[in-house]
């Protein structure tokens, strides 16, 4: 075993127990968890725009709007939830706007309104779904998450030797994408026989949708980390990177099942 292999297994070993609490007392320390995960993740995503303390000012702006998401959606305040998201994007660009007035226009860059409203819709806009699910549903999603990574990677590091999409991410496999499929098929076969009402089938189905969300938020991250030029999103998990590196699959698994349980009851 590689030193950073054993590194990632024991950042995930320290981790763990804390999500488990987090899952077990659930309301308020839910809360904590996904602002600790957002404002994290939220300034790893503008770091990558923006290095170390350039552009300050709109990251801690960025993330303040992500607090507050998270706050209003906690408190059921779905209408505020809506507003803070037009705050965030009127304000950015009323930034732009006062800019392109008074500097040089070629110094007006509307790209920045577009990473900060990014910012906010990638992370606490799809992290706030969790507060929607029942405690065994959160756990099938992350669960179903962590399945399609370790089970993908251990696939692909065994058996992989046929590259699924090279110029994003020239390590992943057909082979690892298939083994993360078998894993979280398990997963949700496993949870769902087991608390759920769903019959096998569905269950299957719905392991086959979130692998797909999985595999394709860990893709988006990819592509977009490369787009920068930047290996990491951050370096505050020995192992994994940053916490964006870390849950980069859980973003895309989150609405997913959220979409497909309001279609579908499987609890």
Known sequence: ?????????????????????????????????????????????????WPRNEKMTLKLFGCLMGIAILIASYLNLATAVIGVLVLTFWLSNFAFLSKYGITKRDDADFTQTQIITSGVMYLPLLLQAAF??????????????????????????FFGKNKIWPRVSP?????????????????TLTIGLTFGTAPWY???????????????????????????????????LPGHGGVLDRIDSILLVLPTYWFAQSIYSFF
Request: aromatic content about 12%; hydrophobic content about 55%.
């Open 171 to 187: 390590k992943k496999t057909v082979e690892g994408s298939l083994g993360g499929m078998f894993a979280c098929c398990i997963i």
């Open 1 to 49: 075993m590689t030193n950073s292999h054993r590194q990632r297994w024991m950042t995930a070993l320290a981790v763990f127990p804390v999500l488990i609490a987090v899952l077990a007392i659930g309301d308020w320390a839910l809360l904590a968890g996904l602002l600790a995960a957002s404002v994290v993740g939220q300034y790893e995503f503008y770091s990558m725009f």
């Open 202 to 236: 569905a269950l299957v189905l719905l392991g086959i949708f979130l692998n797909c969300a999985s595999q394709l938020g860990d893709f988006f991250e990819s592509a977009l980390k490369r787009t920068v030029g930047v290996k990491d999103s951050g370096a505050i």
């Open 132 to 157: 929607s699910f029942q405690r065994i549903e959160l756990i099938l999603v992350l669960f179903a998450a962590f399945a399609s990574d370790i089970g993908g990677f251990y696939a692909g590091r």
